[in-house]
């Protein structure tokens, strides 16, 4: 029947990113690519979020699903949303993550938002990961649009937990993302697709995005892109370290921590629901 069948959720979202939360702690099972489709279907999200037990500092090890199915490494919008109710349940201010993409902490600050620690941005090629060498991933050779007259060109790269490509524009809600999105995210060059913002930086201490998340669609808001603009703007020299990035659903605050370079991301969360996934959507329901 699958793992997901007659199983709880929590609904929560994190700027209007939506987040699906379901603990395995205490029944782990995995999740099949099919299970996850349906689970959407039946609670749009953007990501769910499966908590598996953790190990002596780890409060929980999480693996993380795109609405098609495929897997994230990280989901910093969604970090908030599990701190949030493990804190909750525990009474811990500060907890550790275990992720595919390595350890995440997160904590709880005086005025109720969470941070979370991103860790250290990835800039070499391979990293990101891209198809072909290219020696500076502040703005590699990429454009978008017609030959001759591009739209977009030159982005910016950065693997952020997952691989993203920002364009800087004048003004993010001029392009039509819905159409432009999938095309770049599954462009040659990003072998394991990418996530796609466009980005303007109003001033020095403010960016203004939009994203296309690879494997979700148009988002409200993307933590790990909000962290991955405000690193490469900082390496562009358009921005500080510390930014306001704001997204169509609001404000993060992204600090690219100079001492250790991590990149700490801060915002607020919001509960919607709990509910219980329909066992019938699952029948005959594989990986594929």
Same mark, same amino acid.
């Given at each position: 029947m699958g793992t997901l069948a007659d199983r709880d959720f929590v609904k929560m979202n994190g700027l209007g *990113?939506?987040?699906?939360?379901?603990?395995?702690?205490?029944?782990?099972?995995?999740?099949?690519?099919?299970?996850?489709?349906?689970?959407?279907?039946?609670?749009?999200?953007?990501?769910?979020?499966?908590?598996?037990?953790?190990?002596?500092?780890?409060?929980? /090890?999480?693996?993380?699903?795109? *609405?098609?199915? /495929?897997?994230?490494?990280?989901?910093?919008?969604?970090?908030?949303c599990v701190a949030f109710l493990v804190s909750?349940?525990?009474?811990k201010a500060k907890l550790n993550f275990e992720t595919s993409a390595g350890l995440? /902490?997160?904590?709880?600050?005086?005025?109720?938002?969470?941070?979370?620690?991103?860790?250290?941005?990835?800039?070499?090629w391979d990293e990101i990961p891209l198809a072909r060498a290219m020696p500076d991933t502040r703005a590699i050779e990429l454009d978008f649009g017609p030959p001759g007259a591009p739209i977009l060109c030159s982005p910016s790269v950065v693997n952020?937990?997952?691989?993203h490509a920002i364009f800087w524009v004048e003004n993010p809600q001029s392009y039509d993302l819905r159409q432009i999105?999938?095309?770049?995210?599954?462009?040659?060059?990003?072998?394991?697709?990418? *996530?796609?913002?466009?980005?303007?930086?109003?001033?020095?201490?403010?960016?203004?995005i939009r994203t296309w998340e690879r494997g979700a669609g148009l988002t409200k808001a993307c933590g790990s892109a909000a962290c991955a603009v405000a690193v490469a703007a900082a390496r562009l020299g358009r921005t500080g370290r510390k930014v306001t990035v704001?997204?169509?659903?609001?404000?993060?605050?992204?600090?690219?921590?100079?001492?250790?370079?991590?990149?700490l991301m801060t915002g607020p969360v919001e509960y919607?629901?709990?509910?219980?996934?329909?066992?019938?959507?699952?029948?005959?329901?594989?990986?594929?």
């Open positions: *990113n939506e987040i699906v939360i379901v603990d395995l702690r205490r029944s782990a099972g995995a999740i099949a690519a099919g299970e996850a489709r349906a689970a959407a279907r039946q609670e749009p999200y953007d990501q769910l979020m499966a908590l598996y037990p953790g190990h002596g500092a780890i409060d929980a /090890s999480i693996r993380i699903y795109n *609405n098609d199915g /495929s897997e994230a490494g990280a989901c910093g919008n969604g970090m908030r909750g349940e525990t009474g995440v /902490s997160c904590w709880r600050n005086g005025d109720g938002l969470f941070t979370v620690d991103m860790g250290v941005p990835r800039f070499r952020m937990g997952n691989p999105g999938p095309r770049l995210e599954h462009h040659p060059l990003f072998p394991a697709r990418a *996530n796609i913002t466009l980005a303007a930086t109003p001033s020095r201490d403010r960016i203004v704001t997204l169509p659903g609001g404000d993060l605050a992204i600090e690219w921590r100079e001492s250790d370079d991590h990149v919607e629901h709990a509910g219980r996934f329909d066992a019938a959507l699952f029948a005959g329901v594989g990986a594929p």
